[in-house]
């Protein structure tokens, strides 16, 4: 049975850093490619970031680009999204996925195998 547990989220000012955690069991972090989506208040989810099968490969929304980092811990089996110079817009409940895939893409849209129950992060101005 595949889960997917996030944790590390919480109330931050602007300007602040939070590390999401998202620490998997049943599958293996280093064998699928994850993501890290958001839903905040009133909107749809939308992709934030992900790293592909390999490690080598990973993804930004252009929203978050050069303010969040996303990486591994293979010994751990969980995958991590560090996030600074949080802004207001950026409060949304975030959640990791997995998906199945070998190789470079490194998908945007719903289409993850699983995906875990969320982690609330509050920015505040």
């Known amino acids: 049975q595949v889960q997917l547990v996030e944790s590390g989220g919480g109330l931050v000012q602007a300007g602040g850093s939070l590390r999401l955690s998202c620490a998997a069991s049943?599958?293996?972090?280093?064998?699928?490619?994850m993501g890290w989506f958001r839903r905040a208040p009133g909107k749809e989810r939308e992709y934030v970031s992900g790293?592909?099968?390999?490690?080598?490969?990973?993804d930004y929304a252009d929203s978050v680009k050069g303010r969040f980092t996303i990486s591994r811990d293979n010994a751990k089996n969980t995958v991590y999204l560090q996030m600074n110079s949080l802004k207001p817009e950026d409060t949304a409940v975030y959640y990791c996925?997995?998906?199945?895939?070998?190789?470079?893409?490194?998908?945007?849209?719903?289409?993850?195998?699983?995906w875990g129950q969320g982690t609330q992060v509050t920015v505040s101005s």
């Open positions: 996925a997995a998906k199945f895939i070998i190789g470079a893409t490194i998908p945007r849209g719903n289409e993850y195998n699983y």
């Open positions: 790293i592909n099968w390999s490690g080598v490969i990973t």
């Open positions: 049943g599958l293996t972090v280093s064998r699928v490619t």
